[in-house]
């Protein structure tokens, strides 16, 4: 049974515009969530993270936000750059266990 | 440069046959991880280390075994009784301790069986 779920295999943006991944999970008891971004036949990369006691990180262009009460995360790309193309993951983590659980990844594709 | 070797970058191997993926790093991570991806599914554990010489079971681990001898490495066997061996493998490490860390992945290594 997977406790983090993209439901949205792909996305496709506009050069300029924001995108808006999404991701659910059901596990309560998560207190960790990060996103990683991926190039095809490399390993994934860090791009952001945020603790449960916070319902917003930004970086950049990109923010997560945490919505505790729905098990729900979104990162959004603003604005998005086609160098952003590429397969977004969401993972989660608990109790300091050092053990991630990760989604099924969202493939981004921003247009020129 | 710190940061995490697999290799080879692509395995071919017969079915019936062991293999093992190499894994490597130097940036003094006490934890380490093996994942396997298939199309269309995210990354999935097969096992994981939080220290030298321990490792654990992750959700997948049947037909794979490892060993955690030395820190800076954690190779993965493949055995002949994992029954869809072909996939793309990816290590990581992170640091162990109090706070929460994020994970740093190796290139991957793609696993075909024929």
């Known amino acids: 049974d997977q406790q983090v779920k993209q439901n949205s295999p792909s996305l496709s943006v506009q050069e300029g515009r924001i995108s808006i991944l999404n991701c659910d999970y059901t596990n309560s008891m998560f207190d960790y969530f990060l996103w990683y971004k991926k190039y095809p036949a490399e390993g994934p990369t860090f791009l952001i993270s945020i603790s449960s006691i916070k319902d917003k990180n930004e970086d950049g262009r990109f923010t997560v936000f945490l919505n505790k009460s729905a098990k729900h995360l979104s990162l959004h790309i603003v604005p998005s750059q086609p160098g952003d193309s590429a397969v977004y993951f969401c993972a989660a983590e608990y109790g300091n266990f050092n053990k991630f659980y990760f989604g099924s990844g969202t493939k981004l594709n921003v247009k020129p | 440069d710190g940061g995490i070797t697999q290799s080879p970058k692509y395995l071919f191997r017969k079915e019936g046959q062991n293999v093992t993926l190499s894994c490597e790093q130097n940036l003094n991570h006490d934890a380490m991880y093996w994942y396997r991806q298939d199309p269309g599914q995210g990354l999935r554990l097969i096992y994981y280390?939080?220290?030298?010489?321990?490792?654990q079971k992750g959700d997948i681990a049947e037909g794979y075994s490892v060993s955690r001898e030395k820190k800076e490495s954690f190779p993965l066997t493949v055995t002949s009784a994992q029954k869809n061996p072909t996939a793309f493998y990816l290590c990581?490490?992170?640091?162990?301790?109090?706070?929460?860390?994020?994970?740093?992945f190796g290139p991957g290594t793609r696993l075909t069986v024929t």
């Open positions: 990581a490490s992170s640091i162990s301790g109090t706070d929460y860390y994020e994970q740093y």
């Open positions: 280390s939080q220290i030298v010489n321990d490792f």
